[in-house]
T-cell receptor, first 113, second 114 residues
């Protein structure tokens, strides 16, 4: 499986500011996903990020709030914009393996005050 | 709405017992099914995948799939305290086995007590 890293691992931010989370993979992958895991909850898919095309957002998530970049096959960023305390979550990126399984990065724990 | 349902638990079993975790899904065209283990403060870790009806065994873990009943389960034999974690059922709802988004259940908290 691919080795995935995320930066930062955690951050505390003030409301109204933005944070960009980076996801780096040690091999080229076509599809990357971004998930949110709110406290005590399961994973919710934010968007699918394919290199060379616009990200595809799930219902309830919009590009203005969660802009995503995918400049190449090993890297992606997710920005959480104009943050509020409700954005306090763990944000995870994942990549798809050979038979549809997904492997997750270590996550970014975000606290908004 | 494509859904994946799990009993949130918590499920408590004694050390050495069999832990049984269950999951149902609503989308009949789902093709691939996964179990993830998530320790507190960590990201999900893939432990089992299953694509065909029947049982699939890997060490102490057995995944069972019944597509007619839209049911998938995970058995953990000889449970150990280190198995204590949240177990997430995930279903590929986009069809096919080589592509797709995953829909996750809410997770079952398992506690194995000595």
């Amino acid at each position: 499986s691919a080795v995935i890293s995320q930066k930062p691992s955690r951050d505390i931010c003030q409301r109204g500011t933005s944070l960009t989370i980076q996801c780096q993979v040690d091999s080229q992958v076509t599809m990357m996903f971004w998930y949110r895991q709110q406290p005590g909850q399961s994973l919710t898919l934010i968007a699918t990020a394919n290199q060379g095309s616009e990200a595809t957002y799930e219902s309830g998530f919009v590009i203005d709030k969660f802009p995503i970049s995918r400049p190449n096959l090993t890297f992606s960023t997710l920005t959480v914009s104009n943050m509020s305390p409700e954005d306090s979550s763990i944000y995870l990126c994942s990549v798809v393996g050979g038979v549809g399984e997904q492997y997750f990065g270590p996550g970014t724990r975000l606290t908004v005050t | 709405q494509k859904e994946v349902e799990q009993n949130s638990g918590p499920l408590s079993v004694p050390e050495g017992a069999i832990a049984s975790l269950n999951c149902t899904y609503s989308d009949r065209v789902s093709q691939s099914f996964f179990w993830y283990r998530q320790y507190s403060g960590k990201s999900p870790e893939l432990i089992m995948s299953i694509y065909s009806n029947g049982d699939k065994e890997d060490g102490r873990f057995t995944a069972q799939l019944n597509k007619a009943s839209q049911y998938v389960s995970l058995l953990i034999r000889d449970s150990q305290p280190s198995d204590s974690a949240t177990y997430l059922c995930a279903v590929n709802t986009a069809g096919g086995t080589s592509y797709g988004k995953l829909t996750f259940g809410q997770g079952t908290i398992l506690t194995v007590h000595p």
